[in-house]
């Protein structure tokens, strides 16, 4: 072989497997580190006070009332998320067979998702980023990562090549932050802990 031959063929030898494989898994951290950033940057510098919006309330009768429902609704579904990912995974076998269990997954991800929106518009644009107790701080992070863990989660979804254990884990984290949201906001709220 000619070292023309070796320079031609060098050049077009893909590039290294490790590195492929390095960047990979870096993918949905980079894109949930992002967005945190980026919702807990946007509600920093949109503290307001004293808390008064406006709002469409056929149901409720205020934001925080709002806000408590929604969010227990939306943790009602992701527990429901967790047992049509156990059937899925096959550690449940209830019956039927087939693919009842994803699709059911799948809209009640949506409609969890769709359902946090509202809360997350209040929580962002008019509450903001809060420091002022540590209930308040932790509420404040775990809001700033839901959406986060819920791009990542559906990049792991949307793609293929990484381990069987990625998107559970995914699964396990956006279930964990929605469900510390709850006892942190609306569970006060139910309580009476927030009068």
């Known amino acids: 072989m000619s070292s023309e031959e070796t320079g031609v063929s060098a ?29 807990g940057l946007v509600a920093t510098a949109t503290v307001r006070e004293p808390y008064t919006t406006s709002f469409f309330h056929p149901f409720f009768s205020d934001v925080l ?13 992701a527990c429901g998320q967790l047992l049509t990912a156990a059937r899925i995974y096959e550690l449940l076998g209830c019956p039927p067979k087939g693919r009842f269990y994803h699709v059911v997954h799948r809209w009640s991800g949506r409609a969890a998702i769709v359902l946090t929106l509202p809360v997350a518009y209040h929580c962002v644009f008019m509450l903001g980023f809060g420091a002022g107790s540590p209930r308040v701080l932790v509420h404040s992070l775990l809001g700033s990562a839901l959406y986060g863990a819920v791009a990542a989660k559906v990049l792991l979804v949307r793609s293929s090549g990484f381990g069987s254990w990625a998107l559970p884990l995914a699964g396990g984290v956006l279930f964990s932050i929605l469900l510390g949201l709850w006892l942190t906001a609306a569970l006060v ?3 009476g802990a927030l009068s």
């Open 11 to 39: 050049a077009r030898k893909p590039k290294s497997p490790v590195a492929t494989n390095l960047v990979r898994p870096l993918l949905p951290l980079v894109l949930f580190a992002l967005i945190t950033l980026t919702v």
């Open 65 to 77: 009332q709002m806000k408590a429902w929604l969010a227990t609704a939306a943790v009602v579904l």
């Open 189 to 191: 709220y139910f309580t």
